[in-house]
C-alpha cells in the first residue's frame, strides 16, 4: 500500500518541481530588473533541490540549498544591491539584434529533446520468434529484473529459466537477483496454436542486485576512509587542502602587501583566518 | 521506495533548463542576467548528472553524484571571480550594458 502511494506521489512531486523550475527559468529570461531574475533562480534552484532528493541524492539535495541558493545567490543579491543604479532603468531587456541567438538554444534544444525521447529504456530484444523482451531497466528503485514475452496465442505456456538456477511461468514476470552479475536468461514456449511461436530464446544482460541509487549504501561508504571503492572522502580531503592552501596564500599575500605598503614597520595583524 | 520517475524526463527537464539558460546568456543585455544564465546552464549539467547517476548500481552512482560537488564549487568561484569583475568594471564605466564591456583590453 505504502508502495502504491509513493508510486504515484513521486512522479506527481517530480513534476510539480519541474513545473516550478521551467517556469521560473523563463521568468529569468524575461525579468526586468536583476533582482527578480535573482530570485526566478533562487526558485529554479531550490526545486532541483527537491527534484535530487527525490532521485535518492539527498547529499546534493543538501548542498545545493546551501551552496547555491544560500551562499552564491545570497552574493549576487548583494553585489546588485550594491551597484543598484537609476541607470540600470535605461537598458534595454533585449538587445533585438541578440534575439538571433535564441535560434541556438531552440535548435540545441530540440536536438536535445529529439534525442532523448527517441532513446528508450534500454530493452534487450532477441530476434526469436517468441518474441523474447528482457527489459533490466524497467523498474529503477529496486534490483528486479522485469521479463516480457510476446503474446503467443490461447494455450500458451511461458517458461522462464533465469540463469541463476531459478524457473518461473508466466507472460510478464519479475525476478530479482540475489547477487550482481552478468546472467543469461531463456524463454521456452510451448502449446501454443500457431506453431511457429513454440520456440526458445535466450537474452544476456546484466543484472544489480543492490538498488540503484541505494541511501542505505551511500551513507555507508560516505565518510568511510576504509571503504573500498569510490568514497566521497577523497574529495573532501582534496577541498580541505585547496581550502588550507588557498587560506596560506591569502595571508602570505596579505602579509606582503602589507609590508610593500609600510616598509619600515613590521605587520603583526593578519586579522583574518 | 519512491521513484518510478522516468530517467528520460529527468533529462528532458535538464535540457529545457539548459536551453533557457543559454537563451538568457545570449539574448539578456544586463551583465547581472548574463552571469545568472550561465549559473542556469551549470545547473541544468548538475541535473542531468545526477539522473544519469541512477542508471548506475548503488556504489557506481556515486560517481554521478561525485560531479555535481565539482561543478558546484566551479560555480561559487566562478561567481566570485564574476562579480569581482563587475563590481570592478562598473567603478570605471557606470553602466551594467553587457556592450559597455565589449572594450575591455583599453
Not at chain 1, 511461436?197 to 576512509?225: C, H, K, Q, W
Request: hydrophobic share 55%; net charge negative.
Amino acid at each position: 500500500m505504502f508502495h502504491s502511494l509513493d508510486a504515484i506521489l513521486g512522479p506527481a512531486y517530480f513534476w510539480l518541481f519541474a513545473g516550478i523550475a521551467t517556469l521560473c527559468g523563463i521568468g529569468l529570461l524575461l525579468a526586468r530588473h536583476p533582482i527578480n531574475g535573482a530570485i526566478y533562480l533562487i526558485g529554479v534552484m531550490l526545486s532541483l533541490s527537491g527534484i535530487y532528493a527525490l532521485l535518492n541524492s539527498p547529499f546534493l539535495a543538501v548542498l545545493q540549498v546551501l551552496v547555491y541558493a544560500g551562499a552564491i545567490m545570497m552574493l549576487v543579491v548583494f553585489v546588485i544591491m550594491v551597484l543598484n543604479q537609476a541607470k540600470e532603468h535605461t537598458i534595454p531587456l533585449f538587445d533585438w539584434f541578440s534575439l538571433v541567438g535564441l535560434i541556438l538554444p531552440l535548435v540545441l534544444g530540440a536536438a536535445l529533446i529529439g534525442t532523448a525521447t527517441s532513446a528508450n529504456a534500454p530493452t534487450f530484444r532477441s530476434d526469436d520468434k517468441a518474441g523474447l523482451i528482457i527489459s533490466p531497466a524497467a523498474d529503477q528503485s529496486s534490483s528486479t529484473v522485469v521479463f516480457r514475452a510476446v503474446d503467443a496465442g490461447d494455450g500458451a505456456t511461458y517458461l522462464w529459466e533465469f540463469g541463476d538456477k531459478t524457473t518461473g511461468g508466466g507472460r510478464e514476470i519479475g525476478h530479482a537477483y540475489a547477487q550482481s552479475g552478468t546472467y543469461t536468461a531463456k524463454l521456452t514456449v510451448s502449446g501454443a496454436k500457431d506453431a511457429v511461436m513454440n520456440s526458445s530464446a535466450t537474452a544476456t544482460f546484466r543484472a544489480y542486485a543492490v538498488p540503484r541509487g541505494e541511501i542505505a549504501l551511500l551513507s555507508a561508504t560516505m565518510f568511510d576512509v576504509r571503504a573500498k571503492g569510490p568514497g566521497y572522502y577523497l574529495l573532501f580531503e582534496l577541498v580541505g587542502v585547496v581550502l588550507l592552501a588557498s587560506v596560506v596564500g591569502a595571508v602570505v599575500l596579505a602579509k606582503r602587501s602589507l609590508e610593500s605598503a609600510s616598509p619600515e614597520k613590521p605587520a603583526h595583524q593578519e586579522g583574518h583566518h | 521506495m519512491i521513484n518510478h520517475i522516468a530517467l528520460v524526463d529527468v533529462q528532458i527537464i535538464a535540457a529545457v533548463l539548459f536551453c533557457l539558460g543559454l537563451a538568457v546568456a545570449l539574448t539578456r543585455r544586463n551583465v547581472f542576467l548574463l552571469l545568472m544564465g550561465i549559473e542556469l546552464m551549470l545547473n541544468a549539467v548538475n541535473l542531468s548528472f545526477i539522473g544519469f547517476s541512477r542508471t548506475f548500481a548503488g556504489s557506481e552512482s556515486l560517481f554521478g553524484q561525485m560531479t555535481p560537488i565539482f561543478i558546484i564549487a566551479i560555480a561559487a568561484s566562478e561567481a566570485c571571480v564574476g562579480l569581482a569583475m563587475v563590481i570592478c568594471i562598473v567603478r570605471g564605466r557606470e553602466s551594467l550594458d553587457s556592450d559597455a564591456f565589449a572594450d575591455m583590453k583599453e
